[in-house]
């Protein structure tokens, strides 16, 4: 137990100095956890302390039992997936939000919270060059702001008549994405009650980008079929290889047959803060709602997901409820940002991006992103020469995706076998984490240069490391 603010002093500093060993020692961790299933679970007590136990205790077993078991994201070797990345101002904030405790569902319980939200998203729509009409809200994650989506697109094209009376008139909507699209869509769609069955995945072409001739045809056959096509989900940047589907493009066929377009730019839409990669918003205007992670790839702590949408009110119309102890004399006069998405309760998330913003500065936020762009590319031309590797989808940011092809192996099976190898033998030495995902059937090693704190050091001792254990699998 701590008693008393001189004790919590005490210990507040002592993690002070623990949490700056551990970002001064976090290359000498396994970035990927090493323990086996259970292996934390088995090692924690099956009940609770009858009596309270002490800090020294508590902290100990963290160390002993639940430090062996976490991968380390904030590791510069650490390559996998898409990143959580942070830095050292989000986690600042990170300290005075938890200080603060602050839960603020509506504007009056804390005000700042909300107008510092309107402040921030509205910095962040200039910063991406998104329209001015946009209002934005920071949602938990893509997948919450995406489900979002659906749910709104679903009530205004049924005059909110689904939010009222079920599906009863209603039973024929269909959304669209390309077959390289995130998993949260499907979710999205089955939560939202459209079926997955009416998620139509379209097929995309060579370099992974929706194919628009196969979006049209789609949309035509379902309409000719009396269906309602809902929503189309656009990616700026997939999961797999960051492949930009043609927005200015799919754009117009919303326009044409008034479709609700949603973007989701989980992880490339920070590469809007760069005017080189703005051309991926031709068609914006046409766009009704648009995400993308700050915590991913702008350094603030997960979670912090910055949605936009073009129409607030029909937001606001889907998700606001109003009962009696919610009731508050401002109301009508601010946003009460409980109604522009799905929980009620909401965190302070706008301080981490307010202390990121300004202490990078927008212009070393690019400079950031501009490095970490230039170690792939530079890495791409490096793999690319190499006779004994291939690459398998078009470099357009910060995401490798790449595999070893000795010319000795000729069988596609064999390839998936030896790169699937590859990947764990290299993430079981603890040096790097990365992972991987199929590109046309090809299993496809991904390496995302997207860390905090990674350099052209690290990178291309990954790449060496890779290399030299791909000579030895079998
Ligand atoms: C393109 C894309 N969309 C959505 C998501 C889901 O993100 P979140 O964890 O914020 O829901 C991801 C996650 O990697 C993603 O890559």
């Known amino acids: 137990m701590i008693n008393n603010l001189n004790e919590f002093k005490k210990y507040a500093y002592e993690f002070i100095d623990w949490i700056v060993d551990y970002y001064k020692n976090i290359e000498d961790f396994p970035v990927k956890s090493q323990v086996k299933p259970k292996e934390v679970f088995n090692n924690l ?98 997948s919450t702001s ?25 039973k024929n909507f269909r959304v669209y994405c390309s077959s390289e699209a995130h998993s949260s869509i499907e979710k999205a769609v089955k ?56 927005l200015d493009k799919i754009a117009k066929i919303c326009k044409e047959y008034n479709i609700w377009l949603h973007v989701d730019a989980a992880f490339s839409g920070s590469a809007l803060l760069l005017p080189e990669y703005r051309w991926m918003l031709e068609g914006i205007e046409q766009v009704d709602s648009f995400v993308f992670n700050p915590h991913k790839w702008l350094f603030t702590h997960f979670d912090c997901s910055a ?9 606001v119309r889907t998700f606001e409820i109003l009962p009696e102890y919610l009731k508050t004399l401002s109301d009508d006069k601010v946003n009460n940002y409980c109604d522009w998405g799905i929980p009620l309760g909401r965190k302070f998330r706008a301080l981490k991006l307010w202390f990121v913003i300004r202490s990078f500065g927008v212009k070393g936020l690019q400079e950031k992103l501009r490095y970490q762009i230039s170690i792939a590319k530079e890495l791409e031309y490096i793999i ?14 910060n995401l490798i995706c790449f595999r070893y092809k000795p010319s000795v192996v000729k069988s596609e099976d064999e390839l998936n076998r030896l790169n699937e190898k590859l990947l764990h033998t290299v993430n079981n030495t603890g040096e790097i ?16 240069i997207a860390q905090t704190n990674v350099t052209k050091v690290h990178a291309f001792k990954a790449w060496k490391l890779i290399k030299e254990i791909a000579k030895t699998v079998k």
């Open 45 to 142: 007590p099956d009940t609770p302390p009858e009596n309270g136990e002490a800090i020294e205790k508590i902290f100990k077993d963290f160390q002993d039992i639940i430090l062996p078991g976490i991968t380390h994201w904030q590791s510069p070797n650490f390559y996998a997936y898409f990143p959580a990345n942070s830095s050292f101002p989000s986690l600042l904030a990170e300290m005075l939000i938890s200080a603060l405790g602050v839960q603020g569902m509506k504007w009056e319980t804390s005000p700042s919270a909300t107008e510092l939200e309107e402040k921030v998203m509205n910095w962040l729509k200039g910063m991406l060059g998104l329209p001015e009409s946009f209002s934005g809200v920071i949602q938990d994650t893509a």
């Open 146 to 170: 995406t489900l979002a989506s659906i749910i709104c697109a679903r009530e205004k094209f049924s005059e909110y008549n689904i939010n009222k009376e079920g599906f009863k008139n209603f």
């Open 191 to 246: 939560i939202a009650g459209i079926g997955k069955e009416n998620l139509v995945k379209i097929k995309v072409d060579n370099e992974y980008k929706m194919n628009v001739d196969s979006l049209d045809e789609a949309i035509r056959t379902d309409i000719a079929n009396s269906s309602k096509p809902l929503c189309v989900i656009a990616a700026l940047g997939t999961t797999g290889s960051t492949a930009v589907d043609p």
């Open 307 to 315: 949605y936009f949408v073009k129409d607030k009110e029909s937001l």
């Open 384 to 397: 690319k020469a190499d006779k004994d590797f291939e690459i398998l989808a078009p470099v357009t940011f």
């Open 433 to 448: 984490y990365f992972s991987h995902t199929k590109l046309n059937g090809k299993y496809t090693l991904r390496l995302v």
